[in-house]
């Protein structure tokens, strides 16, 4: 099953489609995820995925807004003792660094797993 090319993408544009699952909600929909020279363009359902046949909800499809979110967190946060929750950046170090390793030894039961 051939995607077709976006429109911003040149023909020597190197194009992929990936097939996975979303995660925007619990029902784990069948996505491709079209790729322009490794960066996401856009997002579809897949029409042979069996539980929604190529259609996606809204959540879906604005996948691809959660991974260029100025807002999107990347790196790893601990709140500093004593900083209220919400109190924004300040209540949280610049790096974790080993902290985070020594951290998770020391209070294995506080620690979310994914």
């Not at 960066?39 to 499809?61: F, M, Q, T």
């Not at 260029?68 to 924004?88: I, N, V, Y």
Request: charged share 20%; proline share 10%; aromatic share 4%.
């Amino acid at each position: 099953m051939n995607a077709p090319l976006p429109a911003a993408a040149s023909p020597q544009a190197n194009v992929q489609v990936k097939t996975t699952t979303c995660y925007m909600c619990a029902c784990r929909c069948g996505i491709r995820v079209h790729l322009v020279d490794g960066k996401i363009r856009y997002i579809d359902g897949n029409p042979a995925h069996p539980l929604n046949r190529g259609v996606i909800c809204a959540k879906g499809s604005s996948g691809i807004v959660k991974q260029f979110s100025p807002a999107r967190l990347t790196k790893p946060l601990m709140r500093m003792p004593g900083a209220e929750r919400g109190a924004g950046p300040r209540g949280f170090p610049g790096r974790l660094g080993r902290s985070a390793h020594g951290h998770c030894a020391r209070h294995p039961g506080r620690v979310a797993r994914a």
